[in-house]
């Protein structure tokens, strides 16, 4: 269907790329229009985010900045006008919905632009944009308030507005009002801001740009409303996408420069290949598309009734030891039993104590710098998938460590979680209980993250044999990264649980685990049965981390104990070695003396922190065959 010519269609803005080039290095990226539209005229637009590492500040703005820089390479001066759009929608059936209104802002520091307040559909939380340009000495900055893009509405339409440009260069000649009507169902606006400036013959001009967005409610169910991090800063009102802006324009130099200085190191060091950059820039992607929410704080509105029977094991402290009379020392058994104490009381609790929020973890005078979400993708709508976190986590435990101690404490606090509540599997239409005591969860869940988990339902991953042992592994990992032994002892008593729950899958008692001949694990359509490549090394390398963790935190028992059932476990382990690599597994099947590309997932996590699990000749011997398969 043909667009009718008022609406953005019309626009004539002669621009087909030939001469264009974007060029990406997350969260920094570069437009070049060399020599279009205009032949005498090269562009340069920087875009950045302020995702800097190890600032939980900045980095959680929802803002980005445009610089453009205007090279005038011809013989005459050239009059410029840059043209900043953005459409009053978040788009799919909320465009339309009605409602919304634009109004012109002004601001100190010459910063001037538009205000865009959406009201969403379907009840979800309402949002306002801002787009707004600096005003300096030689760039003039004017407003298109309103424009309609679609629907019968009345007033300035899309191609009145290009055309007020084309004539003018400026929207000063534009009579509108300062704030506009409330749009009708079935109608659509956008805003517009316009940069005005001269460039002399063989000079150049910069103008700065910033789009800021402001939606500080986050509401998973109707129950719970969350609120995202930057409200810290600028409040939970709604009404900080200006201040945002304004502030972007002013520091977005700063912040540039430190991420430069965190990019280049790595893009100047030559032993790393060309491929390095774009892989390091799509690992960072997931602190954008993620949520990071406010203090951690348990969730504001009203609380449904805890489910009959759910429960999970208090993570505060008790007089047990003492009623009983045993001595102060680390002791996890009795730890784990004075948790369990406290179940019958739990019941009747708010249910925030009944979740995976791992804030009550904080040790008193730790920060808390709220809580981190994200979808492990568009296909899977689940948030912190555990078993890919494994992998992706080493870039944050680099960049942003709370984050990822934040998110260690959410699956800690989730192993203590009993969820009885069945859920139906897609394998074969059995019911199961949700989560069960001591299984790390797939996920922190999908529509009622931390209170809901598992939010995959292919097959029982209560049964998966990988999950509790990656959360070992990377609370090793993390605590000898970080250094911060109140998180290992936070989490100590979930490793020391998560490890108990693991010894039902040692069905001959040799120390090693078996897989079941269904896919139970992160590989969910490869069946594995008895011991494993992949799961068996991960479970000997989160033997061998439990011991050296339990040594950090004062549990001399559990570090002689895990010691010996890593030992135990590793001599199993050897069996699987042909020689060359570790067979997938030794059922004897057409697969079982098949590679798998993975299976020194343990061994690396461990070696990184100075663990050696096998021997280095067999780990040497193993990557030469990855490379010639």
């Given at each position: 269907?043909?667009?009718p010519?008022?609406?953005?269609?019309s626009?004539?803005?002669?621009l087909?790329?030939?001469?264009?080039?974007?060029?990406?290095?997350y969260?920094r990226?570069?437009t070049?229009?060399d020599g279009?539209?205009?032949?005498?005229?090269?562009?340069?637009?920087?875009?950045?985010?302020?995702?800097?590492?190890?600032?939980?500040?900045?980095?959680?703005?929802?803002v980005?900045?445009?610089?453009?820089?205007l090279?005038?390479?011809?013989?005459?001066?050239?009059?410029i006008?840059?043209?900043?759009?953005?459409?009053?929608?978040?788009?799919?059936?909320?465009?339309l919905?009605?409602?919304?209104?634009?109004?012109?802002?002004?601001?100190?520091?010459?910063?001037?632009g538009?205000?865009l307040?959406?009201?969403t559909?379907?009840?979800?939380?309402?949002?306002?944009?801002?787009?707004?340009?600096?005003?300096?000495d030689?760039?003039?900055?004017?407003?298109?308030?309103?424009?309609?893009?679609?629907?019968?509405s009345?007033?300035?339409?899309?191609?009145?507005?290009w055309?007020?440009?084309?004539?003018?260069?400026?929207f000063?000649?534009?009579?509108?009002?300062?704030?506009?009507m409330?749009?009708?169902?079935?109608?659509?606006?956008?805003?517009?801001?316009?940069?005005?400036?001269?460039?002399?013959?063989?000079?150049?001009?910069?103008?700065?740009?910033?789009?800021?967005?402001?939606?500080?409610?986050?509401?998973?169910?109707k129950?719970?409303?969350?609120?995202?991090r930057?409200?810290?800063?600028?409040?939970?009102?709604?009404?900080?996408?200006?201040?945002?802006?304004?502030?972007?324009?002013?520091?977005?130099?700063?912040?540039?420069?430190?991420?430069?200085?965190?990019?280049?190191p790595v893009?100047?060091?030559?032993?790393?290949?060309?491929?390095t950059p774009?892989?390091?820039s799509?690992?960072?992607?997931?602190?954008i598309?993620?949520?990071?929410?406010?203090?951690?704080?348990?969730?504001?509105?009203?609380?449904?009734?805890?489910?009959?029977?759910?429960f999970?094991?208090?993570?505060?402290?008790s007089?047990?030891k003492?009623?009983?009379?045993?001595?102060?020392?680390?002791?996890?058994?009795?730890?784990?039993?004075e948790?369990?104490?406290?179940?019958?009381?739990?019941v009747?609790?708010?249910?925030?104590?009944?979740?995976?929020?791992?804030?009550?973890?904080?040790?008193?005078?730790?920060?808390n710098?709220?809580?981190?979400?994200?979808?492990e993708?568009?296909e899977?709508?689940m948030w912190?998938?555990?078993?890919?976190?494994?992998?992706l986590?080493?870039?944050?435990i680099?960049?942003?460590?709370?984050?990822?101690?934040?998110?260690?404490?959410?699956?800690?606090?989730?192993?203590?979680?009993?969820?009885?509540?069945?859920?139906?599997?897609?394998?074969n239409?059995?019911?199961?209980?949700?989560?069960?005591l001591?299984?790390?969860p797939?996920?922190?869940?999908?529509?009622?993250?931390?209170?809901?988990?598992?939010?995959?339902?292919?097959?029982n991953?209560?049964?998966w044999?990988?999950?509790?042992?990656?959360f070992?592994l990377q609370?090793?990992?993390?605590?000898?990264?970080?250094g911060?032994k109140?998180?290992?002892?936070?989490?100590?008593?979930?490793?020391?649980?998560?490890?108990a729950?693991?010894d039902?899958?040692?069905?001959d008692?040799?120390?090693?685990?078996?897989n079941?001949?269904?896919?139970?694990q992160?590989?969910d359509?490869?069946?594995?049965?008895?011991?494993?490549?992949?799961?068996?090394?991960l479970?000997v390398?989160?033997?061998?981390a439990?011991?050296?963790?339990?040594?950090?935190?004062?549990?001399?028992?559990?570090?002689?104990?895990?010691?010996?059932?890593?030992?135990?476990?590793?001599?199993?382990?050897q069996?699987l070695?042909?020689?060359?690599?570790?067979?997938?597994?030794?059922?004897?099947?057409?697969?079982?003396?098949?590679i798998?590309?993975d299976?020194?997932?343990?061994?690396?996590?461990?070696?990184?922190?100075?663990?050696?699990?096998?021997?280095?000749?067999q780990?040497?011997l193993?990557?030469?065959?990855?490379?010639?398969?």
């Amino acid at each position: 269907m043909e667009r009718p010519v008022s609406e953005i269609g019309s626009w004539d803005w002669n621009l087909n790329g030939n001469k264009s080039t974007y060029h990406a290095l997350y969260p920094r990226a570069w437009t070049v229009y060399d020599g279009e539209p205009d032949p005498a005229l090269k562009i340069v637009c920087r875009q950045i985010s302020p995702i800097i590492p190890h600032n939980y500040k900045e980095s959680s703005f929802p803002v980005a900045v445009f610089t453009f820089t205007l090279f005038n390479l011809g013989e005459t001066a050239a009059d410029i006008t840059l043209l900043f759009t953005w459409a009053n929608s978040v788009g799919g059936v909320s465009g339309l919905s009605g409602q919304h209104l634009n109004s012109r802002l002004m601001m100190k520091d010459g910063v001037k632009g538009v205000l865009l307040h959406h009201k969403t559909a379907n009840g979800l939380p309402p949002l306002t944009y801002a787009i707004v340009a600096e005003e300096t000495d030689g760039v003039h900055v004017s407003e298109c308030p309103c424009f309609l893009t679609s629907g019968n509405s009345p007033g300035l339409t899309a191609k009145d507005m290009w055309n007020e440009i084309k004539e003018h260069g400026s929207f000063d000649h534009l009579k509108s009002a300062e704030t506009s009507m409330p749009l009708e169902l079935g109608s659509s606006v956008g805003a517009a801001v316009a940069a005005s400036l001269t460039v002399p013959s063989g000079s150049e001009r910069k103008v700065t740009f910033s789009l800021a967005w402001d939606c500080p409610e986050v509401n998973f169910t109707k129950e719970k409303t969350y609120y995202r991090r930057y409200t810290k800063f600028y409040g939970t009102h709604g009404d900080a996408a200006a201040k945002i802006a304004h502030d972007a324009i002013l520091d977005h130099g700063h912040w540039e420069s430190q991420i430069e200085s965190w990019q280049k190191p790595v893009l100047e060091d030559k032993r790393f290949p060309e491929c390095t950059p774009s892989l390091s820039s799509m690992n960072s992607t997931i602190l954008i598309q993620g949520q990071r929410f406010r203090q951690g704080s348990p969730p504001v509105h009203s609380f449904t009734s805890i489910i009959e029977r759910k429960f999970s094991l208090d993570r505060s402290g008790s007089d047990l030891k003492k009623t009983i009379g045993i001595s102060h020392q680390n002791n996890t058994a009795v730890d784990i039993l004075e948790r369990m104490t406290s179940i019958l009381e739990q019941v009747h609790t708010p249910v925030a104590l009944n979740s995976a929020f791992g804030p009550s973890l904080l040790q008193q005078e730790e920060e808390n710098i709220g809580q981190f979400l994200y979808l492990e993708g568009v296909e899977y709508f689940m948030w912190n998938t555990n078993d890919v976190h494994f992998y992706l986590s080493f870039a944050l435990i680099m960049l942003f460590p709370k984050l990822e101690l934040s998110i260690q404490r959410d699956f800690a606090a989730s192993v203590m979680m009993h969820d009885p509540s069945k859920m139906k599997l897609l394998c074969n239409g059995k019911w199961v209980s949700r989560k069960v005591l001591g299984a790390v969860p797939h996920d922190l869940g999908n529509y009622d993250p931390w209170f809901e988990v598992n939010g995959y339902n292919l097959y029982n991953t209560d049964r998966w044999k990988d999950l509790n042992p990656k959360f070992v592994l990377q609370v090793y990992r993390d605590m000898v990264a970080t250094g911060d032994k109140s998180f290992a002892k936070a989490v100590w008593p979930s490793v020391y649980v998560a490890l108990a729950y693991m010894d039902q899958f040692d069905k001959d008692g040799d120390g090693m685990i078996e897989n079941e001949g269904f896919p139970d694990q992160t590989y969910d359509t490869w069946s594995v049965s008895g011991v494993s490549a992949y799961s068996g090394g991960l479970w000997v390398a989160a033997l061998q981390a439990a011991s050296a963790l339990a040594r950090e935190v004062g549990d001399k028992g559990s570090e002689d104990y895990f010691w010996f059932k890593f030992r135990k476990a590793k001599g199993v382990y050897q069996k699987l070695w042909n020689g060359s690599y570790f067979n997938y597994d030794d059922n004897g099947g057409i697969s079982s003396s098949s590679i798998q590309a993975d299976q020194l997932a343990g061994q690396g996590v461990s070696q990184a922190k100075y663990l050696i699990i096998f021997n280095p000749i067999q780990t040497r011997l193993t990557r030469a065959e990855f490379e010639d398969a």
